[in-house]
């Protein structure tokens, strides 16, 4: 098995809240300059991000953040997962005929391999936080109550180190793991393909149909939404 790569979380997804920024402030020209490289195909580290379970909060990372909205990149990778007992992850891009992009499906492939990989993405089942946690997903879980100011203590106890110590260890730790670079165009060109093709178009007419894009379907029957999807 490979050693677990970060995933990546649609910008959307994340909320930030600026009065948690463990550096000094916000630097406009910083992230400008961090857009621009990211244009000219630059990698950064993951940001670091918490799941309280209902929101993903941005924990450290913000100037990479900006850099990612002003570059116009949809989603950005992310890394020490912290969840709640209620957390739930899911791809369901195969039931409504694509597959995940913005990283999705490399990524899985390269953080649990490629057997636990394929059944996660061809069923498009719900992982919840036990499991994500076996897998690796998830770094910790805690309670609720506890979730915010575990996240908070990790990310405070790290940001307190030297930048130049955590950008040199992330970097190679990076190199060690090697490029994915191939396989995202890869997994880019593919999705484009399944696009084009306009096959999704009738599954991603029966899913809403099924249950789906409704908060207790997706939370509480997902299996179900995709039984009912396939039922006829």
């Keep these: 098995m490979q050693q677990p790569d970060a995933p990546s979380l649609p910008l959307s997804s994340i909320r930030v809240d600026w009065t948690i920024n463990a550096r000094a402030a916000m630097r406009r020209e910083t992230a400008l300059e961090y857009a621009e ?81 394929l059944e996660l993405l061809l069923t498009g089942r719900d992982v919840g936080a036990d499991e994500a946690l076996q897998l690796g997903w998830l770094l910790a879980i805690h309670d609720p109550a506890d979730i915010d100011a575990a996240a908070l203590d990790l990310a405070r106890s790290i940001a307190r180190m030297s930048g130049a110590s955590i950008a040199a260890v992330k970097h190679v730790v990076d190199v060690a793991l090697g490029s994915n670079n191939d396989a995202l165009v890869a997994e880019s060109d593919a999705l484009m393909s399944l696009m084009a093709a306009r096959n999704h178009v009738e599954p991603m007419r029966r899913f809403p149909a099924a249950g789906g894009q409704t908060r207790d379907a997706e939370r509480d029957d997902f299996a179900g939404v995709i039984d009912r999807m396939f039922a006829s």
């Design 37 to 117: 490289a990211l244009k000219a195909g630059a990698k950064f580290p993951p940001v670091t991000v918490f799941f309280d379970d209902s929101t993903y909060w941005l924990a450290d990372g913000f100037h990479r953040y900006v850099a990612y909205e002003i570059a116009g990149m949809a989603a950005i990778p992310v890394e020490i997962r912290l969840g709640t007992p209620r957390a739930v992850i899911g791809q369901p891009e195969v039931p409504v005929g694509i597959l995940p992009g913005a990283g999705g499906t490399v990524r899985w492939a390269r953080s649990v391999g490629r057997a636990k990989a």
